[in-house]
Structures are given as C-alpha cells and as structure tokens.
C-alpha cells in the first residue's frame, strides 16, 4: 500500500512521523519537525503571500476593460462602438472540450450565435448560451447598445482553470488518479454587423486549394530517403 501511494504522490507516514502527529502543537512547532511533513492541499487565493496575484485576481481583469473611458471621437472619424466583456469562470468542464464551442460561435451574431447553440449538444454550449444573453443584457443596461439585436462575438475563448486530483479504487489493491478540470470561459460582443471575412483569410476554390495540396505534396521530404 505505501508504494501505491508514493506512486500517487501521496505522503506516506513513518513511525517518527506518527510520533509528531499525536504529540501536542506547541511540542510539534517547538521542535520543528513540521517542516519535513509534506502537505498535498492546495493553497488558497488568500494565503498566497509570496505567489502573486491569485487566479481569482488574474480572471477579473477581463471584465476591467467595461470600465475603460475613452476619448470622444473627432468630427470625420470612425465612429466607435460600443462593446461589452463578460465571463464565467470555474465551470465545472474540460477547457479542451469547451474550446469547440468557443471557436464555434466567433464572428456570428448573436441571434445567429444563439440560434446555432441550441443544436449543440454539449454541456458547454448552455454555458456559452447563458454567457451570451447575460453580456447582452449587459450591453442594453449598461453600455447604451439601443437594438439587442445589432451585437456579434467579437471575442470568444476559454482559460484553464483549477485541477482538482482525486484518487479512484482499482482492482487488487490497485489506484488511479481522476482529475475534476475547471475552466473560465470569455466573451466580448460589439455593437455593429459581423465582418464577412472574421479571420482575414484570403478565399479560394477548391481547385486551388487542391493544387495547393498536391504541390506540398510533391516538395515534402520522406525522412530514411535517398
């Protein structure tokens, strides 16, 4: 058992060790034999004096950008508009699975965006649903946005959040580790008609496209040639 669980980088106690655990607290600090006991907890977003910012911190500069003024635009410039960031963070799903579905609805609008979600079958896409109709809401309290409607993703990405490890009971005295991922997920709406073109990638036919292939294909080099 003490293998199983050094192999799961859990601490393993020694007979010195259970020793200081059942003595007093003032014997164990006195003596300083605390140190050398290894914790596997995490620290939290309050006791983390020396590790910077903690990741609750780092989230919320995102919604930060709703609160940044900017100078009024001079006669015979573009006008600017309007935009509104919002978030949810720590939800309980793989950033690698909601990754699709943030990719999914960039550079739609947002009737179009929330239109396409409800044939999604993912736990994320009610996530992102949810997300996209508090930031509209958003935009008509708050940011002056006059028609709901006239919104597009402008944005849309997911961050990794906390792993939590957990161990699962295998056979014949065996173990493994589960992890539990969280992620934040992010999106900007800005006020105005989605582009036709969101990633500025030039259009080609498939003949093109084909061509294209068939050249790779030829200049490729075959590793163990002559």
Not at 31 to 38: A, D, Y
Not at 192 to 208: A, I, L, Q, V
Request: hydrophobic share 35%; proline share 5%; charged share 25%.
């Amino acid at each position: 058992m003490a293998v199983i669980l050094r192999r799961l980088g859990m601490p393993v106690f020694s007979s010195l060790t259970r020793q200081t655990l059942s003595a007093p607290c003032s014997a164990i600090a006195s003596s300083g034999t605390l140190r050398h006991i290894n914790h596997t907890t995490t620290v939290m977003p309050e006791l983390e004096e020396h590790g910077g910012a903690s990741e609750r911190e780092k989230t919320r500069k995102w919604l930060t950008y709703n609160d940044k003024l900017y100078p009024p635009t001079k006669p015979g410039e573009t006008p600017r508009p309007a935009f509104v960031c919002h978030m949810k963070e720590n939800i309980k799903y793989s950033p690698k699975k909601m990754w699709y579905v943030a990719c999914f609805v960039r550079g739609m609008s947002i009737d179009e965006a929330l239109k396409q979600l409800e044939f999604v079958n993912r736990k994320g896409a009610l996530v992102v649903k949810e997300t996209i109709l508090e930031a509209q809401q958003l935009a008509i309290e708050k940011h002056n946005v006059e028609f709901k409607s006239n919104l597009w993703v402008a944005e849309s990405f997911v961050s990794k959040g906390v792993t939590v490890k957990g161990m699962r009971r295998h056979a014949r005295m065996r173990a493994g580790i589960i992890k539990y991922r969280y992620c934040h997920y992010y999106v900007r709406l800005e006020e105005g008609k989605p582009p036709e073109n969101y990633y500025n990638r030039p259009s080609r036919d498939k003949e093109t496209l084909l061509n294209d292939w068939l050249q790779r294909m030829r200049y490729r080099r075959i590793v163990g040639s002559l």
